[in-house]
């Protein structure tokens, strides 16, 4: 098992929560994403802004120009070290809770992000990582307030909570060594 990591796109699941007034709470979210695991461990995951879905498209192109600003800053970027020699460990069948420190780039600013995984290995070739609890997103974190503000104004909101909870599935290939 050395070699690197595929993200499969299509069978992973990227999902975020927003409440607006007292109780309306949705779910929604992000259609594409792609990300490796390089043989010494190096793991990045890259979340395309441009594909937030959140069934409604008058709010998915706002939140593209008044939120993100996708124009300037597509995508964000997960990165942190994996153990490999971890993954190698697991059989086909197991699982383990990862503690891990990772970075997110966000809207042209990056912050520290710690958080448990969990990580199952599906096959020899196929693993799936798993957020143990919602990982909590800040706004004000990525200067997205200013957005969230402009977002709940042109809706007519009351408010809308600048703290989002995101929960994810993701699987992950071995690729064939050449
Ligand atoms: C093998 C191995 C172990 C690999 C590991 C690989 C790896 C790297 C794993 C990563 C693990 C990890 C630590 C992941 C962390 C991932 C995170 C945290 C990513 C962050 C993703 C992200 C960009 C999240 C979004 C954050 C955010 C601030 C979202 C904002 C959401 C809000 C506030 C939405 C508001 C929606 C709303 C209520 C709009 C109002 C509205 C409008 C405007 C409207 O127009 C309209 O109708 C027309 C409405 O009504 C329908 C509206 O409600």
Redesign the pocket.
């Given at each position: 098992e050395n070699g690197s990591?595929t993200?499969d796109s299509d069978s992973s699941y990227?999902h975020?929560?927003?409440?607006?007034n007292q109780d309306?709470v949705?779910s929604?979210s992000?259609e594409r994403l792609s990300?490796n695991?390089a043989k010494n461990?190096s793991?990045?995951?890259e979340?395309d802004?441009n594909s937030?879905s959140?069934?409604?498209?008058?709010?998915d192109?706002?939140?593209r120009d008044?939120?993100?600003e996708t124009a300037m800053h597509g995508t964000?970027v997960?990165?942190?070290d994996?153990d490999p020699d971890a993954?190698a460990q697991l059989n086909p069948g197991q699982r383990s809770t990862?503690n891990?420190n990772?970075a997110?780039q966000?809207?042209g600013l990056e912050t520290p992000?710690t958080?448990q995984?969990f990580?199952q290995r599906l096959t020899d070739t196929r693993?799936m990582?798993q957020?143990v609890s919602p990982?909590?997103?800040?706004?004000s974190d990525?200067s997205?307030e200013a957005?969230?503000e402009?977002?709940?104004q042109?809706?007519g909101?009351n408010a809308?909570?600048?703290?989002?909870p995101?929960d994810?599935v993701?699987y992950?290939d071995l690729q064939p060594t050449p």
């Amino acid at each position: 098992e050395n070699g690197s990591w595929t993200l499969d796109s299509d069978s992973s699941y990227f999902h975020f929560v927003s409440y607006k007034n007292q109780d309306k709470v949705e779910s929604h979210s992000f259609e594409r994403l792609s990300g490796n695991v390089a043989k010494n461990g190096s793991a990045v995951l890259e979340i395309d802004l441009n594909s937030v879905s959140t069934g409604n498209n008058t709010r998915d192109q706002r939140m593209r120009d008044m939120l993100f600003e996708t124009a300037m800053h597509g995508t964000a970027v997960v990165s942190m070290d994996v153990d490999p020699d971890a993954m190698a460990q697991l059989n086909p069948g197991q699982r383990s809770t990862l503690n891990v420190n990772a970075a997110l780039q966000l809207h042209g600013l990056e912050t520290p992000l710690t958080t448990q995984l969990f990580v199952q290995r599906l096959t020899d070739t196929r693993y799936m990582v798993q957020n143990v609890s919602p990982v909590l997103v800040k706004a004000s974190d990525y200067s997205l307030e200013a957005g969230i503000e402009a977002l709940r104004q042109i809706a007519g909101l009351n408010a809308i909570s600048t703290t989002v909870p995101v929960d994810f599935v993701l699987y992950y290939d071995l690729q064939p060594t050449p």
